[in-house]
């Protein structure tokens, strides 16, 4: 199994920016694809962004494109996701998630079995 703990949430201003990390222990990070979930109040939960085990693929939401990267150090059991020009539909609580089923960029939900606890993330306008 593998454990995971999100930081570095916190309130920001519109067009700012906030780098999330996720710390995994437990078993080797590199074995897992990963990625980035985020829910509002009343909404469902979504992905954001996903990468494959060795960082090469990518996969990013339309919301997020181009504003958003994700990226992994597997040397550190460490991933990443560096957000820009935030808007306050970006408010969420964001999750950061593995999947021991696959190795690639998976964007269905039910692929990932591994959740951190998350972090809060506030834009104001």
């Known amino acids: 199994q593998v454990q995971l703990v999100e930081s570095g949430g916190g309130l920001v201003q519109a067009g700012g920016s906030l780098r999330l990390s996720c710390a995994a222990s437990g078993r080797t990070f590199s074995n897992y694809a990963a990625g980035w979930f985020r829910q509002a109040p009343g909404k469902e939960r979504e992905l954001v962004a996903s990468?494959?085990?060795?960082?090469?693929?990518?996969y990013y939401a339309g919301s997020v494109k181009g504003r958003f990267t994700i990226s992994r150090d597997n040397a550190k059991n460490t991933m990443y996701v560096q957000m820009n020009s935030l808007k306050p539909e970006d408010t969420a609580v964001y999750y950061c998630a593995a999947s021991s089923t696959t190795l690639v960029a998976a964007v269905e939900h039910f692929k990932y079995d591994y959740w951190g606890q998350g972090t809060q993330v506030t834009v104001s306008s």
């Open positions: 990468i494959s085990w060795s960082g090469r693929d990518t």
